[in-house]
């Protein structure tokens, strides 16, 4: 089946430590995306790539770092900068075009304890 | 920039009412314009999208929603609410130019169904 797969589901951090979230497609898209999730405030772009090898920064990036060196993956790090990194994660990925659907995963739900 | 406001974060109606999902949006250039549905605890589906063919656009589930520039609006609507309805719904805008294939979203509005 073809699909974004995300893991873990569930992820548990201590304060201070880097954490990577790990995102792979096997649709063939061009395009990666990293969004955040929290209640009432929709989602917001972290980071995106539209080719391997290459990324931008989104909305929020402070915080966060990413890398593209394979079309199928693209993690996210959620760093010790990050200053309230508890949140939903969602990745999704599409070929770029403009209109085209974005494709999601189920996401990784991130706690900092 | 494009921005889009979703008026109402919490929408609750009875099964077999109409639903009636705001969303407004705000777009220097002719806006693209996405309706995602969440269930709790995953990823975002498509429902339907505008892309300028017809003002007026039909998705997945009896969901339609209609463009209307003069009112910078791009409201969610079905007739008669099912149970299975229930979920967030975010309204996203996609502006062209070096833009392309960023989405902005909405706040999200949740749909509550009772019986």
């Known amino acids: 089946d073809g699909g974004i797969t995300q893991s873990p589901k569930y992820l548990f951090r201590k304060e201070g430590q880097n954490v990577t979230l790990s995102c792979e497609q096997n649709l063939n898209h061009d395009a990666m995306y990293w969004y955040r999730q929290d209640p009432g405030q929709g989602l917001r772009l972290i980071y995106y790539?539209?080719?391997?090898?290459?990324?931008q920064k989104g909305d929020i990036a402070e915080g966060y770092s990413v890398s593209r060196e394979k079309k199928e993956s693209f993690p996210l790090t959620v760093t010790s900068a990050q200053k309230n990194p508890t949140a939903f994660y969602l990745c999704?990925?599409?070929?770029?075009?403009?209109?085209?659907?974005?494709?999601f995963g189920p996401g990784t739900r991130l706690t900092v304890l | 920039a494009q921005s889009v406001t979703q008026l109402g974060s919490h929408v609750s109606v009875s099964e077999g009412a109409l639903v009636l999902l705001r969303c407004n949006y705000s777009s220097s250039v002719p806006p693209y314009l996405f309706w995602y549905v969440q269930y709790p605890n995953q990823g975002l589906q498509l429902l339907l999208k505008y892309t300028s063919a017809a003002t007026l656009v039909k998705g997945i589930n009896g969901f339609e929603a209609e463009f209307k520039k003069s009112e910078t609006s791009f409201h969610l609507t079905k007739p008669s609410a099912h149970m299975s309805d229930a979920a967030e719904y975010f309204c996203a805008v996609e502006a062209g130019g070096t833009s392309y294939g960023k989405l902005t979203f909405g706040q999200g509005t949740i749909l509550t169904v009772h019986p």
């Open positions: 999704a990925s599409s070929t770029g075009r403009i209109t085209d659907t974005q494709y």
């Open positions: 790539s539209q080719i391997v090898n290459d990324f």
